[in-house]
């Protein structure tokens, strides 16, 4: 029996192909998948988290990587948010989301945590969950494809089931989008972040680290722009703060106020991001 703070024996596993990851968890008592271990490994530090056997993703080849395939662009559930930040591809295709790549965190946390990672974590401050959501994103995992509103569940819930893991996430490429977010200041996760997409008559805002359940969209914010696609026509939007987050960051009320002012600078700022603090 592990006891709180107790050290315990933890065996490394390497997979190197999507069913040798399966066929692990299958075979293992008390197994977690690993990726950049950003989340997990401070987890378990903490006592949190206590599996037996970790499988690690990142060496499956067709788990890494970003591709143009049509209009969708692929990105491998083990890229490192510092490869999205800085690939030309997604500069060039949706060049929103390598600055969203760019905004995670620090250096470490860029160049070892993963999209997969974030995303099967859904940390309701974190930041790609805000873009799957906002892009109409399809995850694909070792067993189906869901859409992005059908994954995400709630808080660090989703629709991922046991032995279930996430390959690669599809995203449509759009017209164009923005990001802006404001920062905590210490993990530099979103106090709140707003993704806006402008795919033609169809607009999408996702708004993360300011829903009890976690990201969601925001009905009132997209049918004004999609009246007007201008940072004017939020004005008279009232975000209501009930079923948004109180804690030691920021109020409800304020995180409704910073819902609407960074709706507006995610406008102001297409094609890129805008970072408070
Ligand atoms: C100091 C600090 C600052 C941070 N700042 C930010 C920030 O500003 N914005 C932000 O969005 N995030 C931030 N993060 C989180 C960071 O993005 C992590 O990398 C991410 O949450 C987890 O990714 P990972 O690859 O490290 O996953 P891991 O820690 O390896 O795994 C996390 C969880 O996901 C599971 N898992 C891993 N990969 C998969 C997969 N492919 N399929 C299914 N399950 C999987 C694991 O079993 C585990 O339960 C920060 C983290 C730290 C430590």
Redesign the pocket.
């Known amino acids: 029996m592990i006891e709180d703070n107790d050290l315990y024996p933890t065996t490394f596993h390497s997979a190197n192909t999507l069913e040798e990851a399966g066929e692990l968890f299958n075979r293992l008592d008390n197994a977690?998948?690993?990726?950049?271990?950003?989340?997990?490994?401070?987890?378990m530090k903490q006592g949190l988290?206590s599996p037996l056997h970790l499988i690690d993703?990142t060496r499956i080849t067709e788990?890494v990587g970003i591709a143009l395939e049509g209009d969708v662009l692929v990105i491998g559930?083990?890229t490192r948010?510092m490869s999205v930040a800085f690939s030309a591809l997604v500069q060039k295709t949706i060049p929103a989301l390598a600055a969203l790549a760019g905004?995670?965190?620090?250096r470490?946390?860029r160049f070892?945590?993963?999209l997969?990672?974030?995303?099967?974590?859904n940390?309701p401050?974190?930041?790609?969950p805000a873009a799957l959501l906002g892009l109409g994103a399809t995850v694909v995992?070792n067993r189906r494809s869901m859409k992005a509103q059908e994954y995400f569940v709630g808080l660090f819930q989703t629709a991922?089931g046991s032995g279930?893991?996430?390959?690669q996430v599809r995203f449509p490429v759009p017209r164009d989008a923005g990001y802006a977010k404001f920062?905590?200041a210490a993990?530099?996760?979103?106090v709140v972040g707003v993704w806006v997409t402008q795919g033609g008559a169809d607009v999408r805002v996702a708004v993360t680290g300011a829903g009890d359940q976690g990201v969601f969209r925001h009905e009132g914010l997209e049918a004004a722009l999609e009246q007007d696609f201008c940072a004017g026509s939020l004005e008279s939007v009232v975000v209501q703060h009930e079923g948004l987050l109180s804690d030691l960051n920021a109020s409800a009320p304020y995180r409704a106020n910073l819902i609407k002012v960074l709706c507006r600078h995610a406008v102001h700022h297409m094609g890129g991001i805008f970072s408070l603090k």
């Not at 997969?116 to 974590?121: E, F, I, L």
């Not at 279930?164 to 390959?167: K, L, N, P, Q």
């Open positions: 977690s998948f690993l990726s950049g271990g950003h989340t997990l490994l401070p987890t988290a993703l788990m559930a083990a948010h905004s995670i965190g620090d470490q946390v070892r945590g993963t997969g990672g974030s995303v099967a974590n940390d401050a974190a930041d790609y995992t991922l279930e893991f996430i390959t920062r905590g993990a530099r996760y979103s």
